[in-house]
């Protein structure tokens, strides 16, 4: 049985990251044919922004490629606009070429198969990072494929299309850059993610800076190493913003005309939130942030059911440990921290705003996967489940607090099974 899998793997090596991009779209239909969303009832997704900025922009877009007019200027939008500067920032995801292929009576519908088709290639892409950073080919990239495409983040933003292009693939690049020496994967990936829209493009940068010393320290790379990859690291994003200033540089110079550039750096340091509201963010069974509000941070209960594993596991070397409790602690801090907030966003603060900590899980549940569970490994998720209720529960949904304990008591309860032996290895 164990080597017909493998034979089958072996024969369709792509189709778990073809069912990582295919779940996430088929659950999220389900849940809009439920809603009763067009064309199966009267309502619709395209709301707030999605409605009077985004959808607008796209028809304008259409137009323009359609009959071949100008992406420099529209005379459609007031009395006149700068539209390579708004396709920038709105319309430039290259998944919008798909509207070429409809009429426009059927562009509202169209987009909004885009938003399924943008939400499984989240899924899609962050398994093909896990399968070739970790070198796994099995049903978990679906899994955590999956629960990265369903996060709070995307759940919450999906009216906001411009924030749900994924940063996946720019991480496998860089992996790809420190291990082997190869950029082209990276290149490319950081050039379309700044085309696509450079202000996700930003985040993608500061968080590259971030992940790329992580993945170093990782390594255990030797200094002179160290300093040639920094080297092709350096040419190689340089070379991908070069490849995206036919878009960066025209908006650099339009939003100078902004509202948003007389902000100033922030006067006094003030957080958000308090940390057990901010932890709060992480439990399940609650509606995410669409607008204004806490940040969307959910990304699973069995994520943070796994960082128990993560710590306990002596396999797992102390560097990699601190390494990547330091970069969640990191990014905690930013959603929370006005001044880290400020920077993060451009040095102007957002009208309104889980890569990190799945990983971390992954890298955990690898484990449960290529050897037998320890009882330590047990008690450890068990403790760190007991410690996130314990400081979350003194907000005020309780309600939620309990289901989401219930979820992490059934998990707990699934891997009690797998550890007496009473469940097959592969269930």
Partial sequence: MRSGLLASNRNNPKRYLLLSMLLPMLLVAVGWIVLEVHPFGTRQILVTDFWHQYYPFLCILQEKLKHGESLLYTWQSGMGSNFAAMMAYYTASPLNLLTLLVPASMLRDTVTGLVLLKIGAAGGFFAAFLKGTYG???SSLCLFGTMYALCDFMMGYSWNIIWLDT??????GVVRLVRTGSYHLYTVSLALAMLANFYIGFFICIFTVIAYFCICIFTGMGFKRFLTRSGKMLAATILGLANSSI?????????QNTYSIHNTFPQHSTFYETWSDLLSQLLAYQIPTVKEGKPNLYCGVLCVVLVGMFLRARSIR??????????????????NWNILNYLWHGCHFPNMLPFALLTLAYRAYLLLLERRM????LIAMVLCSGVFLFLVYTTDRKQVVLYTGMTMLAYLLWMLLHKLGLLHRRV
Wanted: hydrophobic share 60%.
């Fill in 247 to 255: 878009l960066l540089l025209p908006t650099y110079y339009a939003l």
């Fill in 167 to 172: 940063v996946a693939l720019v991480m496998l």
């Fill in 374 to 377: 320890k009882w330590l490994d």
């Fill in 318 to 335: 102390i560097r990699e440990k601190v390494g990547a409790i330091l970069v969640l602690a990191f990014l905690l801090v930013s959603c």
């Fill in 136 to 138: 796994r080919n099995d």
